[in-house]
């Protein structure tokens, strides 16, 4: 849903005469200039009242600027919340060159931290408002969202999406422990009806790795199918300065590290870790009174998603942990960006373990449903392949953060399509894709293009 931004001061420079004719193209035939629209035509984009319409009324974005920690193991490095903002920010802000005193709004996210605004104090106090986000695993692509869609529908020309976490080391609970109720109790009751299993106090690698076994169960692929996705994984890594790991394993190493939860060996699990990372995001108007044409990247889609009755119809696995979310959130994206998932060249997608990725190329539409594997087979997802999916060694080897975990997926991006990602560029790149899931459910998916005036 677009709506109508209130006016601002200063007013907005009018339409030039392009503009002016595609407006008029975009009307609908019988209405003219001075008929008064319903509000449901003002406030609501139906099919037959113009798509296109709405958005030639809704200001372009796009990213100019972006930042992000080295993530680290929990508790190898002495830093709080203020200190990972504070480097996350300056080098968005430093990228962009812009000053904080040029933010107007900011979005901070974190699943565990303290409030944002206390998080910024180290970077700015401009008395801007400063919203906390909290979203699951999908908190740092939420406050992109937002940020973008302040600055979309014309609140701010200007908007900061940040990121960050402390994490603990292990492996992550069901969260509010103690309570009936939890983030995902719908999820974990509808994947253990009818099944005589009982849920460890770590539930996601069962979770996701029940995920992997109905796929191996209905489609056929194996254990070394997953194992592979680990090994590329951290090969992509070795090139990632900011990644949590660096080091390439042979495929053997990943198939004969220790079990976490069959199919899933510990290589093919994503680690906890400490980290933040933050965008810039701005108007057209923003990157010309600036000339940041040279740098600035469009988020030509963005949408989330959360879950349906489809999730639980079955009490499928594949779709307990967001399969159906997936595929929606995609779909909307591309529509809004006028691409197919054909036209992606480099994709940043949520591997928070190996089973995830490769039930999520389907879900994106990169194979049909029960034919993910066979893009392991022909090593599809790799550099050579089709795609290249996750060149920063994606969550199992950069790490995940989880506030932090999508706006480094939109720091990666934005540096391929700038041809700035050193020895993991991927050569020719001019669609990117982001998908960022959190169960509970909020799947977020973006995609990227190279700026054009």
Known sequence: MWTRSPPRSPPRRPPDQRTRRAVRAARPEGRDRGQRRTAKQVYRVTEQDSVQEASL???????????????????SREWEYPDMAKEAVGNALQDAGVAYDKIEMAYAGSMYGSMGQRALYETGMTGIPVMTVQNACATGSSALFLARQAVRGGLADCALALGMEKMKKGSLGAGMEGSKVTIIDHHLTSM??????????????????????????????TPDHYAWIGWKNH?????????????????????????????LTK???????????????????FVDEHDLWDQAVEIAGHHIATDTPESFADNSSIQVVGFGVSRLAARTAMEQAQVSIEDVDVIELHDCFSANELVTYEALGMAEVGEGHKLVDDQATTYGGKWVVNPSGGLISKGHPLGATGLAQCAELTWQLRGKAGNRQVDGAQVALQHNIGLGSACAVAVYKPATA
């Open 57 to 75: 009324m809704a200001n372009r974005t796009f990213v100019v600027g972006v930042g992000m920690t080295k993530f680290e193991k929990p508790g």
């Open 192 to 221: 253990t009806a009818g099944r005589e299993w009982e849920m460890d106090k770590a539930p996601m690698p069962q979770m996701f790795g029940n995920a992997g076994r109905e796929h191996m169960e209905k489609y056929g692929s």
């Open 235 to 263: 090969k992509h890594s070795v090139n990632n300065p900011y990644a949590q790991f660096q080091t390439e394993y042979s495929l053997d190493e990943v198939r004969n590290a220790p079990m976490i939860f069959d199919p």
């Open 267 to 285: 290589l093919q699990c994503s680690p906890t870790s400490d980290g933040a990372a933050a965008a810039v995001v701005v108007s057209e108007r």
